[in-house]
């Protein structure tokens, strides 16, 4: 056996040189990419459920604005179709009523359930 060391202190250590590159710069460089794409997402998401959350307002504004233009409409078709209705049985007897119908071709549709008849 050879009583002489492998090494010595005299000598500076010898510096690490790796034979391959490192493989940390691309890591972080992925990392720092994904990082970026998930922040992006998530502010996306925020501002997409803020204009969600505003249009529900808007659209309930809207619809309480309309309500009452919904029920004027309804009482004015109620009042149109008493009207035809009158006239309608006033055409049975009256001259210038059946002409107002024949003009404007008025009919009563079928009531709901009713077999119309044999042609």
């Known amino acids: 056996m050879n009583s002489d060391a492998d090494y010595s202190y005299a000598e500076p250590a010898a510096v690490y040189a790796p034979s391959s590159p490192s493989l940390h710069l691309p890591f972080a460089l992925l ?11 998530t502010s996306g998401v925020f501002t997409q459920r803020s204009a969600l959350q505003k249009g529900k307002t808007d659209l309930a504004d809207a619809f309480a604005k309309r309500e009452p233009l919904v029920k004027q409409s309804g009482e004015l078709k109620n009042k149109l179709n008493a009207m035809v209705m009158d006239l309608l049985i006033l055409g049975k007897t009256d001259e210038d009523a059946k002409a107002i119908i024949g003009k404007y071709n008025i009919q009563q549709n079928q009531p709901a359930g009713s077999e119309a008849p044999a042609p």
């Open 31 to 41: 990392t720092s990419a994904l990082a970026m794409v998930m922040i992006t997402q």
